[in-house]
């Protein structure tokens, strides 16, 4: 049992740490296909750190603004505005180099060794909402959880001093010539910086705030980078993914007469795509869809391409054949969460009780592969509530108010789960974590 306890309790730990970006306009953007491709990117250079791929965790925040840091000592946040800006697969992995040396070096651990050793749910929440206040350069953006400015969380966390950049550089540097990146393109990212120490703070990119960039800076990595550099040749399936991944932020994220206009002539699988999540915008969901017939023709053991397309024909209310195509997409990708989430939402919507005990079995599994997903987890609580459990569906709907720092609102469905569920049971724990994490952000206000 205490086993099943730590589990669960790091499991809302980890969803706390999300809360406050959940909680605003700009929040994660979680996305199974764009999160498979940052973990191909960042996997060799994890590895020349050693530090496990698997216990990396690579998430997006959408956020136009130039910026990227660790959160906790094994995640990374880069916002999408970042990876907007760059322009090859080099420059993202070395974006994602910089900062799994500041996890190898030790940077965030040694600022966060007290928090831990408190082993408190409520000290790590606490925690990490300072970190989105790093990231997000706002006073509210760990507002949910009261947990400060975010001025206070750079000066504490994650304002990183010359000497751990300097590590970091070289640290980063090392990874990316022994992964056989060529380590110019750390160069070329800080250039997209360059002038940003002459501008008052208040105009920094958030990046420069929390890594100071310096003249001397920028000469020593040079000369870094001059050192390790040596023949290096195009990863053309990093640049496949780096190309997949930016693809298909742009196409959600930008006009979709942008991207029509730019991928027009573009008979690629990412063209393809783009122009089939550009037309599914307008909306126009027969050429999507005509698109997507071309992409599945072209990619047909693709998960992803067929999840994109269970995604555009369930938001087109075309709900059979939007299972059909999540059911498909599950089945090569049986592990993704997010795949998962999406094909219990498809067989929820078929208001079936044979749907409704499949999607119960299927956002289960998704839970316990990933519990970040609000979504997911307000699909969980429907698919709990139709199956007559009230108790778990107060446990989850707990859970989903918890990673939206909505901490009051979450404590009232965790005492109502408490009292609907065994003592001691792994739900009526879940619901114990929720309501520890909300006594704590509660004193801190």
Request: charged content about 20%.
């Given at each position: ?109 040694r ?12 000290a ?5 909402s300072?970190?989105v ?10 507002a ?6 975010a ?15 300097a ?39 958030p ?11 920028v ?7 001059a ?32 991207t ?25 969901p ?32 075309r709900?059979?054949?939007a ?6 997409a ?17 067989l ?33 609580a ?5 199956a ?36 001691g049971?792994p ?11 909300a006594?704590?952000?509660?004193r801190?206000?």
């Open positions: 049992m205490a086993a099943i306890r730590h589990v669960l309790g790091l499991g809302l730990v980890l969803m706390l740490a999300l809360a406050p970006l959940a909680a605003r306009a700009q929040g994660l953007i979680r996305d199974a296909e764009i999160e498979h491709a940052l973990r191909q990117l960042a996997q060799p250079l994890a590895a020349e750190a050693g530090i496990s791929p698997s216990a990396l965790r690579i998430l997006l925040i959408a956020d136009d603004r130039l910026n990227a840091f660790v959160a906790d000592g094994q995640t990374i946040l880069i916002n999408s505005g970042l990876v907007l800006r760059l322009e090859s697969a080099a420059q993202l992995q070395a974006v994602i180099a910089h900062e799994i040396a500041h996890i190898a070096n030790g940077h965030i651990t600022r966060l060794a007290n928090m831990r050793s408190a082993q408190s749910t409520a790590l929440g606490l925690m990490m300072l970190a206040g790093a990231a997000t350069g706002s006073a509210e953006a760990g949910g959880l009261a947990m400060g400015t001025s206070s969380a750079q000066r504490l966390f994650f304002a990183h001093t010359r000497a751990e950049e590590s970091a550089d070289q640290a980063g540097l090392r990874y990316m010539a022994r992964a056989g990146i060529d380590p110019q393109a750390m160069v070329e990212v800080l250039d997209l910086f360059r002038g940003q120490e002459a501008l008052s703070a208040s105009r920094q990119d990046y420069a705030r929390t890594h100071p960039l310096s003249a001397d800076r000469r020593a990595l040079k000369g870094y980078a050192a390790y550099g040596g023949q290096t040749q195009k990863n053309e399936t990093a640049e496949y993914w780096f190309a997949r991944a930016k693809g298909k932020l742009g196409a959600f994220l930008q006009n979709p007469r942008y029509l206009r730019r991928a027009e002539r573009d008979q690629s699988a990412v063209g393809m795509m783009r122009r089939a999540v550009a037309h599914h915008r307008t909306p126009a027969d050429k999507a869809l005509a698109e997507m017939a071309r992409l599945e023709a072209a990619r047909p053991n693709d998960a992803y391409v067929h999840e994109l397309k269970g995604q555009i024909l369930l938001e087109s209310r709900v059979g054949p299972v059909n195509a999540y059911a498909r599950a089945a090569l990708a049986p592990n993704e969460p997010l795949i998962l989430a999406g094909h219990g939402r498809a929820l919507a078929l208001e079936t009780a044979e749907g409704n005990r499949q999607a119960l079995a299927v956002l289960e599994r998704a839970r316990g592969r990933d519990p970040h997903d609000p979504r997911m987890l307000r699909d969980l429907l698919a709990y509530a139709r007559g459990n009230n108790g778990m569906a107060s446990v989850a709907t707990a859970e989903r108010y918890a990673l939206a720092g909505r901490m009051d609102t979450a404590a009232t469905h965790a005492t109502r789960a408490s009292g609907l569920l065994p003592r049971s739900g009526w724990l879940r619901a114990q974590d929720v309501l520890s994490a006594e704590g952000a509660g801190r206000r």
